[in-house]
RNA sequence: GCCCUGGUGGUGUAGGGGCUAUCAUGCAGGCCUGUCGAGCCUGCGACUCGGGUUCAAAUCCCGGCCAGGGCGCCA
């Protein structure tokens, strides 16, 4: 019943057949998209990663054996196809392949969990639970597909600017930075938690002399928020720069987002398409706003923020609605900055900035305190003890050079190139406050 | 965590005290040699769970669970 693919191999995919090839012998392998059965013709959607290609079957031109096989098939199906390619005006794509050799490769259960035609409408609860299914949409890869060149144009990108990659552990032993909420584990006869942001980290980096370094590594906010933009895993893009300050900061960080949006719309014009989505380039420097001219901006937007506040959601709108495009947000009231970003010389305001895009913050960094002293003040002012970041504090004693870096989150970075409204879609597999499964 | 809305075949929906529970898609079987949202015929398949009101609940009320939207929280 099920065939075994023996030295048998997919010679082409979907994408790669062209009326060029006329005659020529091919192998496909893929699923079965549609099945069109209309009695003595047989017309086979054939599926695979990039394509579909139409496979033909007119009954007098088949063994009836092969026939009989390919009337059996089902939807979502694996098979594989061994044809000749037809140049044909009436196939989709112009050619199609008349089968010669079938392989069922392994057979789909039915009816399915979801249609991977399009013609029925799924809630991304019903797609996530079957993510699988819903991957072979290539509306639904595709969004992959760009998320995949974006993290590979930044690894180039930060490659070409002489950054090293690093890894630094997600088991942490508690002090948090403050703010976020933290997944507490066992770690054998202790507690740990799961890693909120690699920060400290890459400060403690800053101290060994690699001058620049980045990381693309998951991070995890224990957060109960239940809204399109927030996870509770998510890929934190981290970069820290020695020897720099925060608008050297910003112009790596502009440079790379343009890097990237380059990359994905020279590389990814397909993938764009299928999501409809017309990606433009934006022009370098993004435009810089300071905190004070934005609460201006927003209360004459009508929507009340007073100074020293951080920004509600109807702030992030009313902003969003102001500006189009990717635009820092500076000058942070220090107050409702981390204890690690550095004051400028109004010890009021700090080398802080925030990258949006519209209404969504993409990123947020700083230039860092370097000064061992400064920054025990600084926790002691935020009510954390400086005992607990003993290890951290160490390496700011024995010679820490000024540095300043960023976290893009890569999923919001994402949404920003897809289009996409809802956080869920730019993730295989989701984690928000209800979702442990898949 | 708060507010609003919802939960009907595998999927997406209509209905909204008494119906044989609507439609599409799907699935099964049949017809069909150019389909491409194929078409036609026959059939299959559902009211989130618990409690209450009522002669009667899928429908009204309460609670749970789940989902959608908004907000809050969120280096």
Redesign the pocket.
């Known amino acids: 019943m099920i065939d075994s693919l023996e030295n048998i191999r997919r010679t082409h995919y979907s994408k790669e057949v062209k009326p060029e090839m006329k005659d020529q012998e091919i192998v496909l392998m893929g699923w079965i998209h549609?099945?069109?059965?209309?009695?003595?013709?047989i017309?086979i959607?054939l599926r695979d990663r990039d394509g579909v290609t139409?496979v033909?079957a007119?009954?007098?031109?088949l063994s009836p054996k092969l026939f009989e096989e390919l009337k059996k098939l089902?939807?979502e199906s694996v098979i594989s196809i061994k044809g000749f390619v037809?140049e044909?005006g009436?196939?989709?794509g112009g050619v199609?392949i008349i089968p010669l050799e079938l392989k069922l490769l392994s057979e789909s259960k039915?009816?399915?969990?979801?249609?991977t035609?399009g013609?029925?409408?799924?809630?991304?609860?019903?797609?996530?639970?079957s993510r699988f299914i819903d991957l072979r949409k290539h509306n639904v890869s595709a969004i992959f597909k760009i998320k995949s060149r974006i993290l590979h144009s930044i690894r180039n990108f930060l490659e070409s600017e002489d950054y090293t990659e690093i890894n630094t552990p997600k088991l942490v032993a508690s002090a948090t930075?403050?703010?976020?909420?933290l997944f507490p584990i066992t770690y054998f006869e202790r507690e740990a938690f799961l890693g909120?942001?690699?920060?400290l980290y890459k400060q403690m980096m800053m101290a060994s002399g690699f001058d620049k370094v980045y990381e693309i590594a998951p991070?995890f906010?224990a957060?109960?928020?239940?809204?399109?933009r927030?996870l509770n895993e998510v890929i934190?893009i981290?970069v820290e720069t020695a020897f720099t300050n925060h608008i050297d900061a910003m112009e790596i960080l502009e440079k790379m987002v343009v890097n990237a949006i380059t990359e994905v719309k020279n590389n990814c014009q397909p993938a764009l398409e299928t999501l409809k989505f017309d990606l433009q380039i934006p022009e370098i420097p993004f435009p810089r706003i300071e905190y004070d001219e934005m609460v201006e901006m927003v209360n004459n937007a009508g929507v009340t923020m007073k100074h020293g506040e951080?920004?509600?959601?109807?702030?992030e709108?009313a902003i969003g609605d102001i500006m189009e495009g990717y635009y820092f947000i500076t000058e942070w009231p220090t107050a409702i900055?981390?204890f690690y970003?550095m004051p400028t010389e109004n010890p009021l305001k700090s080398c802080?900035f925030d990258l949006m895009y519209k209404d969504l913050e993409i990123?947020?960094g700083?230039m860092r305190v370097h000064n061992h002293d400064m920054l025990v003040n600084k926790l002691n002012e935020k009510g954390l003890n400086p005992d607990s970041f003993s290890r951290y504090l160490a390496a700011f004693e024995y010679g820490m050079p000024p540095h300043a870096g960023w976290?893009v989150?890569a999923e919001r970075f994402t949404m920003t190139m897809t289009g996409l409204?809802?956080i869920?879609e730019t993730v295989l597999f989701p984690r928000?406050?209800?979702?442990l499964t898949p």
């Open positions: 549609e099945m069109r059965d209309l009695g003595g013709i017309f959607l139409q033909t007119p009954s007098k031109k089902k939807k037809q044909s009436k196939a989709p199609e039915l009816p399915l969990p979801l249609d035609t013609n029925v409408h799924a809630e991304i609860d019903t797609r996530l639970d930075e403050g703010g976020t909420e909120q942001s690699p920060q991070i906010r957060e109960e928020h239940d809204t399109l927030h934190s981290d951080d920004m509600s959601r109807a702030a709108k900055k981390p970003v802080a990123s947020s700083a976290g989150g409204k809802n869920r928000d406050r209800r979702r």
